[in-house]
């Protein structure tokens, strides 16, 4: 599958692709996956929320990939994703006060089950560890 049909076939949200968050490493995993399981496809948030496991699970991701990790977060069509890619954001060694700040903001906008309170997202802030 082209990476555009890939990149259709799991919703992302335009900001993913603008802001440079859908290496060739995450398209061929993702599409080898589709292509072993179809049916997979029917739960793309599980694709998105994966993507941004593999930029937070590296240690060297640098602050400005976490701003857009958190904007491209904000522009997913599932609050449960946008909710968990912040709470990854905020748990990596490299999140810094502004990236608290916005995921604060980005909270306001998800409905309200999906609402983290702004101490619990400073605590997870606050927790985050050196082996993240």
Do not use: C
């Amino acid at each position: 599958m082209s990476p555009t049909r890939v990149i259709e076939a799991l919703r992302y949200p335009s900001e993913w692709t603008t802001l440079g968050l859908l290496p060739d490493a995450i398209l061929r995993d993702q599409d080898g996956l589709l292509e072993n399981d179809p049916a997979s496809a029917e739960a793309p948030e599980h694709f998105r929320l994966g993507a941004v496991v593999f930029w937070t699970r590296d240690r060297a991701t640098s602050p400005e990939v976490l701003s857009r990790l958190l904007v491209a977060a904000s522009a997913d069509p599932d609050p449960g994703v946008a909710q968990s890619a912040v709470l990854e954001v905020l748990k990596h060694p490299n999140a810094n006060d502004d990236h608290l700040r916005e995921a604060i903001s980005i909270m306001k906008d998800l409905p309200d089950g999906f609402r983290v309170s702004r101490e619990n997202l400073r605590s997870t802030y606050e927790a985050k560890t050196d082996d993240a």
